[in-house]
């Protein structure tokens, strides 16, 4: 957006443990977000920019214009 990439992530677990009766005994919740933006430079191909996940590391591929317009 606007030669801005943003990369964000929002994780929610809940656990909870219950006695015999089936009595929740205790309700624990975790919350995490993190969010990165990045500057892309004029000479990136923004049409074709690729990103994948895979085992918990995204890789994300910028790839250079062919023939940049002089100034």
Request: aromatic content about 8%.
């Amino acid at each position: 957006e606007k030669d801005m990439l943003k990369i964000s992530a929002h994780k929610e677990t809940k656990s909870e443990e219950k006695d015999n009766d089936e009595k929740v005994l205790r309700q624990e919740f975790s919350y995490y977000s993190f969010s990165r933006t990045f500057i892309i430079p004029e000479n990136v191909d923004t049409a074709n920019i690729q990103a994948k996940q895979q085992n918990g590391i995204l890789k994300i591929s910028l790839p250079k214009l062919d023939n940049m317009p002089e100034d």
